[in-house]
C-alpha cells in the first residue's frame, strides 16, 4: 500500500472498500491534519474531533477526489471549515457553561517566540493563497516532500518546484505582514519546518481508520457518521445536564477542575521531554536536509561538466564561423581528464556569448547560464584545499570569460541597447549569473539610471546579499546620487555592518570630496574604527572634503590627529 499514490489508493478504497487502503491514506496525512486543527481550534480533544471529521468527509467523497491530483489542499481547506463550525459550536457551548458555574483556569502559559504570533493565523493565511501556491506549501512542509518529490506530484521539474515553492513562501510572508505579523522569509521557512506538522496523539490513526472506513453515501450511513463523531465533551454535558437536574451539578464541577488541575501537572511534567524530543526530531531534519543538499550538489556539478564541454565545442563552431573556416574540422572539445585538471575556457568565448546577448540572438542568454554554471562546477572541483590566495586567483581565471560576457552587455546597455537592458532584468532572476549582474546595475545606477539604483536600494526583494548591494551602490554615491548616499549612510550607522564599512566608506568618499553633508557625517561616524582600513579611506574622503573648507571634515581630521 505504501507504493500506491493517493489516487490509487482512494480509487481501491472507492471501488472495493478496502480499509488497508483507506488506512494508509489516514497514516499519510493524519498528522498535518490534526496539526491544523489543533492550531485552528485551540484544544486538543476538539482538534481530535475535527480531524475525525475530516476522515470521514474523506471517506464519503472518495470517489471524486480520486481524480484530484493534490490531497492536501482538499483536506486542509476541509478541516478549516469544519474546526470553523466545531469553534462555534463550542463559544455557545461555553457562554452556556459559564452561565451555570464559574471555573477560573489560568490557561497555559504561551511562550513568547514568533510561531505562537504565527501559528493562529496559519491556516487562514494559507486559505488566501492560489491553489498551486497552497499545494507547494502543504507538499514541502505539511508532507515534508523533497523537491524532486514536489515536481513529480506536480508534473514539473524539481527546479520549477523549488522556484514555486520560494515565490509561495514569500507570499505567505506577504500575507502575514498584512496581519500585522513580521517575519523574514529565512525565519518564516525555519519556524515552518520545525513547527507546522506535530505527530498527532497516539491510537488516533486507528480510531479514525476504524470509524471513518464504514462509512458509505447513504443518508442513513451519514447520520451514523454524524451520531460517531459526537464528541466525549457533549457526551458529558448531556450527563451532567442530568445530574444537574438531580442537584449534584456543584460536585461536577469540583471533579472537573480536580482533574484538570491533574492534566496540566501532568503536562509540566513531560513538557522537558517534548521539548528534547523536539530537538532530536529538528537536528534529524536538518541533517537530511543537508545530505539531500550535497547530493543534489554532486548531481549538479556533473551535470554542469557536460555543459561545459558542450559550450566549448560550440564556441569553436562560433570561432571557425567568424573567421570564415566553417569547413575546417573543429578542434575536438576538452575531456573529463582535461576538464579535472582545470582547462580553462578561452575570454573570447565569452566576449562572442556576450555579443549574441545585446544582438539578441535566441538562446544566448540561456548559453550564458550554461556557461556560468559550468564556471561554478569546475571552480568547486579544481578549489578544494586551496588557501584563499590561491582561490581568489582560480576564480579570477575560471570566471573570466563571464565577466567579458558581462563586460560587453555593460557596455551595450550604458548606451541605451534594449537587448542589452532587457538581459540585465532578465540576469537578475537567475541565480548563476546574478552575482555578475549587480556589477552590471551598479554601472547603470551611477550613470543615472533609477530603475537600476531601485533594485540596489531594494536588494532583499532581488534576493542580493547586503554586500553586493553595498560594492553596486558605491559608484552611484561617488557620482552624489542623494539616494545612494543616503542607503551607504544607514549602513555607517550599524556597527552590526562594520565587515562593509571598508567599502561603504570608499563609496561616500567621492560625495564628501564633492561637497555632500550627509557622506561627510557618515564618515565621520566611521572615523572611530579600529579597523586601520577603514580609517585610511575615512581620512581619504574627509581630506577631499576639508579641501572645500567642509568645517566638519576639518574638525574630525584634527581629532583623529590629523594634519
Known sequence: ???????????????ARSEPAFAELVRRHLDPVHSAAVRMVRDPHLAKDVAQGVFVALAQNARPLASRPILAGWL????????????????????????????????????????EQIAPQLDDVLDELDDP?????????????????????LGITDEAAQKRLNRAVERLREGFARRGVTVGTGGLVVLLAANVVQSAPAGLAVAISTAAA????????????????MTTLQKTLIGAAFVAAAGTGILAVHQTVQLRKQMQALSAQQAPLAGQVN???????????????????????????????????????WRQTATGSDTKAPNPPATNKEMAAGAAVPDSI??????????????????????????????????????????GELARQTFAPLQEAFKVIEAAAVKGSQPAMDAVVQALQIPELKGTDIQVVGTLAANGDEAAL????????????????????????????????????????????????????????G??????????DALTDMAGSPDRNVRNVVISGLQGAAARQNAKAIETLHTMGVR
Do not use: C
Not at 500500500?1 to 471501488?15: F, K, S
Not at 501556491?133 to 506530484?153: I, P, T
Open 454 to 509: 531601485d533594485v540596489l536600494l531594494n536588494y532583499n526583494k532581488y534576493g542580493f546579499l547586503l554586500a553586493d548591494a553595498v560594492a553596486a551602490l558605491r559608484g552611484a554615491a561617488g557620482n552624489g546620487n542623494q539616494k545612494a548616499v543616503d542607503a551607504l549612510s544607514a549602513v555607517a550607522r550599524d556597527s552590526n555592518d562594520q565587515p562593509l564599512w571598508v567599502m561603504v566608506a570608499s563609496g561616500l568618499a
Open 511 to 520: 560625495a564628501a570630496e564633492a561637497g555632500n553633508a550627509t557622506a561627510v
Open 76 to 115: 486542509h481547506r476541509t478541516a478549516r471549515n469544519i474546526a470553523a463550525q466545531t469553534v462555534r459550536t463550542e463559544v455557545r457551548r461555553r457562554v452556556r457553561e459559564q452561565e451555570a458555574a464559574s471555573m477560573n483556569d489560568s490557561p497555559a502559559q504561551i511562550s513568547d517566540n514568533a510561531w
Open 214 to 229: 464504514g462509512t458509505s453515501v447513504a443518508v442513513t450511513t451519514v447520520a451514523a457518521a454524524k451520531t460517531m463523531i
Open 1 to 15: 500500500m505504501q507504493d500506491l499514490t493517493d489516487q490509487q489508493l482512494l480509487r481501491l478504497y472507492a471501488g
Open 279 to 317: 530537538q532530536l526530531t529538528r537536528e534529524r531534519d536538518e541533517a537530511l536536509g543537508q545530505l539531500a543538499a550535497l547530493r543534489e550538489e554532486n548531481r549538479q556539478l556533473n551535470r554542469n561538466s557536460i555543459e561545459l564541454l558542450k559550450l566549448r565545442g560550440e564556441a569553436e563552431r
Open 133 to 153: 501556491d497552497r499545494d507547494v506549501l502543504l507538499l514541502r512542509y505539511f508532507q515534508r516532500k523533497s523537491a524532486r518529490e514536489m515536481g513529480a506530484a
Open 350 to 391: 565569452g566576449q562572442q556569448l556576450g555579443a549574441a546577448v545585446v544582438r539578441g540572438d535566441a538562446g544566448a542568454l540561456d548559453r550564458l547560464t550554461g556557461l556560468a554554471k559550468a564556471e561554478q562546477a569546475q571552480f568547486f572541483t579544481n578549489g578544494a584545499g586551496l588557501d584563499n590566495t590561491a582561490r
